[in-house]
């Protein structure tokens, strides 16, 4: 490097190539990118049918691989004339928090409303998350099949018998069951009891294996859940967020999978465990089938259809003779990705909210924030409070950075003169140049390290800032109704530009013409982005820009060198 001007321009060039990097991996299962794929369209037919026309996608608990006669023949439940002929309906069953809508097909859950989260493209309505309708399919299902080829079990095609009972959690109570009861099927019954809590987005759902047949049966159950590969509707066109399957096991850890790869075949995830989950992630929410620890169960990824997909778990159960009654208790999520949530579910369902390959450090971030939180009861301003924070904890070391470009703004006009008078002779000026630099006691990277020690930690935050669902419809002050979506009247973004103009004037001005333009096109490219990114991160960064600009002031003031401006010169 010539000098500190340059060394600032790979600083910022080095930034966005982190980002720009970062955002690629969305591809690999990565967290976010400012370049989204084009958002694939629900085909006309099979993908966009209600679930009574969505085909079985359960593989053999022995082979994941099967083929789709070997599946179809597997789990067809019912013969496909006698499932014409019997009725099934929809019931609406809530709590406080959520409302759900069930099939008696499968006693399966094809629709949740969350009661507590508006729809951000149509604000008049709530959020739904699982749904069947002609634009979207996404649904949660479990059933049964037979080991070994044996006949066909109850699966989600079977018809089901609802329980009489109640279908709103009332004041006062804290659970509230529903239970949905299968005809004989190969010498079985499967009788599904979901128990609503209050408050909670979880269903216990305890599934109940019943032999009333005159032979064993070795039945194994299944629990999937199927979506389209369609992107949320109303998505940023400068960022996303990751949309698929992944599955959890502790010995791969949490493995997300595109739906691409799944198009391809090229799907390589833990096959089998005995703890773990699976589940659906999108921006802000998920949701996910599990299943206790101990128990072995068979994971698989498949497509079930054009554009339709499912990801699941079959659990092997033990033989049932005669009359004999076997139970598993699992857990249907379906809801918001709320840190202590999820995490209080089982191991490892928080990282469905996902920060990236810098997790270590957006974790305590994000607890810190709502710590903040919890004091000042806003998250605007908590998020101010934390950038403040970060500020203090890295004085120091920007204290360094500013001083180093400080001496380097001094001496600048000894270096302009030395460049205009050796221009003709490199090698010369770089003679120079280090001579300067070594009488004036000035390390042209000393302004540069620092401020690279800091670019992850910031990252992370902004990661964390993007992640969190708290930020979703929640107001600042003023015209800020809600962090989670762009400024309205753009203010925020144009004070985000004005200060980072600001800012980039207070830096030494590159004596190379190039090293000027590129120096001011960066950031201001840089800016240009952040018209569409939400408020939260916008305040974000303003926060941080304002911060940066007044030590770098009082550090230039006390070493002597008066803060001057200069603008670019194109």
């Not at 554009?307 to 049932?320: D, F, H, K």
């Not at 935050?461 to 109704?481: A, D, F, K, Q």
Request: a neutral charge.
């Amino acid at each position: 490097m010539n000098d500190i001007r340059r060394t600032m321009l790979w600083v910022v060039f080095g930034m966005s190539l982190v980002m720009l990097w970062d955002q690629w991996q969305v591809y690999n299962g990565r967290a976010t990118t400012f370049f989204p794929s084009p958002t694939p369209v629900v085909a006309q037919g099979a993908s966009a049918t209600p679930a009574s026309g969505v085909p079985s996608a359960v593989p053999t608990a022995t082979n994941t691989a099967a083929n789709s006669s070997d599946i179809a023949k597997a789990t067809s439940g019912l013969p496909a004339q006698d499932v014409a002929k019997v009725a099934h309906e929809q019931v609406v069953v809530q709590n406080d928090v959520l409302k759900v809508t069930f099939d008696t097909e499968g006693g399966s859950v094809v629709r949740t409303e969350f009661l507590k989260h508006i729809d951000m493209a149509d604000k008049s309505r709530n959020f739904v998350l699982l749904d069947d309708s002609p634009s979207r399919v996404y649904l949660a299902q479990s059933g049964l099949i037979a080991a070994n080829g044996g006949p066909a079990l109850p699966t989600h095609k079977a018809v089901m018998t609802l329980a009489p009972g109640e279908r709103s959690l009332k004041d006062g109570s804290q659970t509230l069951e529903v239970r949905f009861e299968s005809p004989e099927v190969g010498g079985v019954k499967l009788i599904k009891t979901y128990t609503f809590k209050r408050g909670s987005y979880a269903l216990a759902v305890k599934h109940e294996i019943v032999n009333v047949g005159n032979s064993p049966v070795v039945p194994q159950l299944y629990l999937q859940l199927v979506r389209d590969g369609n992107k949320p509707p109303g998505e940023s066109s400068f960022y996303s967020t990751f949309t698929g399957p992944a599955i959890y096991t502790e010995a791969k850890k949490y493995q997300k999978v595109n739906f691409e790869d799944i198009e391809k075949n090229k799907v390589d995830v833990e096959k089998s465990a005995t703890n773990g989950y699976v589940a659906m992630v999108q921006h802000y929410f998920a949701s996910a089938w599990l299943l206790g620890d101990g128990i072995h169960r068979d994971l698989f990824l498949r497509k079930v259809d054009t554009n339709l997909y499912s990801v699941g778990m079959i659990a092997p159960l033990a033989e049932l003779a005669p009359g004999e009654r076997k139970t598993l208790d699992t857990t249907l999520f379906a809801g918001p990705q709320e840190e202590e949530v999820l995490s209080s579910l089982t191991p490892g369902l928080e990282l469905v909210k996902d920060y990236g390959w810098l997790t270590m450090l957006a974790k305590p971030l994000y607890w810190l924030l709502v710590q903040l939180h919890n004091v000042i009861a806003n998250w605007g301003w908590s998020i101010m409070a934390l950038v403040l924070l970060l500020k203090i904890a890295f004085y120091w070391l920007n204290a360094k950075a500013y001083a180093s470009m400080a001496k380097m703004k001094a001496v600048n006009p000894k270096v302009t003169e030395m460049r205009e008078r050796l221009k003709d002779n490199p090698q010369k000026m770089q003679q120079e140049m280090m001579r300067i630099y070594r009488e004036e006691k000035v390390n042209p990277l000393g302004g540069c390290f620092p401020i690279m020690i800091q670019i992850p930690v910031f990252i992370a935050l902004y990661w964390v800032l993007l992640s969190s669902v708290e930020m979703r419809n929640t107001p600042w002050l003023g015209w800020i109704h809600d962090l989670s979506s762009p400024d309205p009247f753009y203010i925020l973004p144009i004070i985000m530009t004005l200060t980072t103009v600001l800012q980039t004037s207070l830096n030494p001005a590159p004596p190379d013409p190039l090293q000027a333009k590129m120096m001011w096109f960066m950031p201001l490219a840089f800016s240009v982005m952040f018209f569409f990114f939400p408020s939260g991160l916008v305040l974000y960064w303003i926060t941080n820009n304002i911060l940066s600009i007044a030590q770098q002031w009082v550090i230039n003031t006390r070493m002597g060198v008066p803060p001057k401006f200069h603008l670019p010169k194109f």
